[in-house]
Structures are given as structure tokens and as C-alpha cells.
């Protein structure tokens, strides 16, 4: 039994959070998590969009490029 309890504490595992509990939070300091994780999402989100954005202008340039060597 002591073998489990230290492999446990031994051994990294995903921690599954929820939003479940999220009611019961109202009026402590936890909304400032919320707030702080939402913004951190949407910070990914935009950051995802402007590198898709970017790539996807780099594609044509690349192939307006290939297209040109062709050509020649």
C-alpha cells in the first residue's frame, strides 16, 4: 500500500478541472481566475487567427514565386 502512495505522488497526472463549481464561487476571489483564464483564451484565439492569417499569406507569395520560376 505505501508502494501506491508514493508511486502516486511519484508519477505527473493531468489534473481535470470544471466550470461546475463556478456558481458557488460568487463573491470570492476565484472570479479573477475565471476572468483571468477567459482572457487567456481569447488571447490564444487571436494569436491562432494572425499566424493563420500570415501563413496563408506567405502561401501565395510562394506560389506567385514558383509561378514565376516556372515561367522562366
Not at 31 to 48: L, S
Request: with cysteine; aromatic share 10%; glycine share 6%.
Amino acid at each position: 500500500m505505501r508502494f501506491f502512495v508514493i508511486l502516486f505522488c511519484l508519477v505527473p497526472l493531468p489534473a481535470f478541472a470544471h466550470w461546475g463549481h463556478l456558481p458557488e464561487l460568487a463573491g470570492h476571489s476565484h472570479w479573477i481566475g475565471m476572468a483571468a483564464a477567459a482572457a487567456a483564451a481569447a488571447a490564444a484565439a487571436w494569436g491562432v487567427r494572425e499566424n493563420s492569417e500570415e501563413l496563408s499569406k506567405d502561401e501565395e507569395v510562394s506560389e506567385e514565386t514558383e509561378e514565376e520560376l516556372q515561367e522562366a
